[in-house]
């Protein structure tokens, strides 16, 4: 199952769900926070690593937002 990422519409919070492709396209899922049922999906990218000669790893990408310039309202910091 998927792991997605959601922003709560009544407290502003974030919060992350394991969670099948229906339930999630379903609608709104309870906010753990406030409890409140107005939360909308992210736009979330992955992690993407990267080895290196000496055979350790770094992430090279990753986060919760995809955009790359600011004004999108996403909250993340650019």
Same mark, same amino acid.
Do not use: K, N, W
């Given at each position: 199952? *998927?792991?997605?990422?959601? %922003?709560?519409? +009544? =407290?502003? &919070? !974030?919060?992350? /769900? $394991?969670? &099948?492709?229906?339930? #999630? !396209?379903?609608? #709104?899922?309870? =906010? *753990? +926070?406030?409890?409140? @049922?107005?939360? /909308? /999906? $992210?736009?979330?990218?992955? #992690? %993407? $690593? &990267? !080895?290196? #000669?000496?055979g350790s790893t770094q992430t090279v990408a990753g986060g919760g937002c995809a =955009?790359?310039?600011?004004?999108?309202?996403?909250?993340? %910091? @650019?």
């Amino acid at each position: 199952m *998927p792991l997605y990422e959601f %922003a709560c519409g +009544t =407290c502003d &919070s !974030r919060f992350e /769900r $394991l969670m &099948s492709f229906d339930a #999630a !396209r379903d609608g #709104a899922v309870e =906010c *753990p +926070t406030c409890g409140g @049922h107005e939360s /909308r /999906r $992210l736009i979330s990218t992955f #992690a %993407a $690593l &990267s !080895r290196s #000669a000496d055979g350790s790893t770094q992430t090279v990408a990753g986060g919760g937002c995809a =955009c790359s310039a600011g004004g999108c309202g996403c909250g993340c %910091a @650019h």
